[in-house]
């Protein structure tokens, strides 16, 4: 979650996933998390004053955008990509993103396939070791 106070764009998919995670414990412990509040300070606290100085920073942010160029792209698939495909077209964008589900499908699978079946799954029902447990009735 702190690649979100540097460089927001870097962390959406960390954001996305914390974001689910939070929604379970939500729903599991009918309060919000520590983390989620503690990140949602951070991020009021850094992001905050750019905006009571300058207002429409996020405007003029993205209005310039940096140019897309072969040393800028640090990954083997998007160099050789744009030595292929023009990146101003569609289908760089779009094979790029098909790229990365397969990626990400060929890490996920492999992750479900090498852990054990205690860590595939995340359980936030468990109880909180702070908080003693009361006796069933």
Do not use: H
């Amino acid at each position: 979650m702190a690649l979100t106070l540097l460089r927001p764009q870097i962390g959406l998919i960390p954001l996305a996933f914390a974001a689910g995670q939070w929604w379970k414990a939500i729903g599991a412990r009918k309060q919000v998390p520590r983390q989620a509040w503690s990140w949602l300070f951070s991020v009021a606290l850094l992001f905050a004053p750019g905006f009571l100085f300058t207002p429409d920073w996020p405007v003029r942010w993205l209005s310039t955008p940096r140019p897309v160029f072969e040393r800028a792209l640090s990954g083997l698939i998007p160099r050789t990509l744009l030595c292929v495909v023009p990146y101003q077209t569609a289908a760089y964008w779009l094979i790029l993103i098909a790229a990365g589900g397969l990626l990400l499908d060929v890490v996920a699978l492999n992750e479900n396939r090498l852990a054990p079946a205690s860590e595939t799954t995340c359980d936030v029902s468990r109880s909180d070791s702070r908080t003693p447990e009361r006796p069933a009735r």
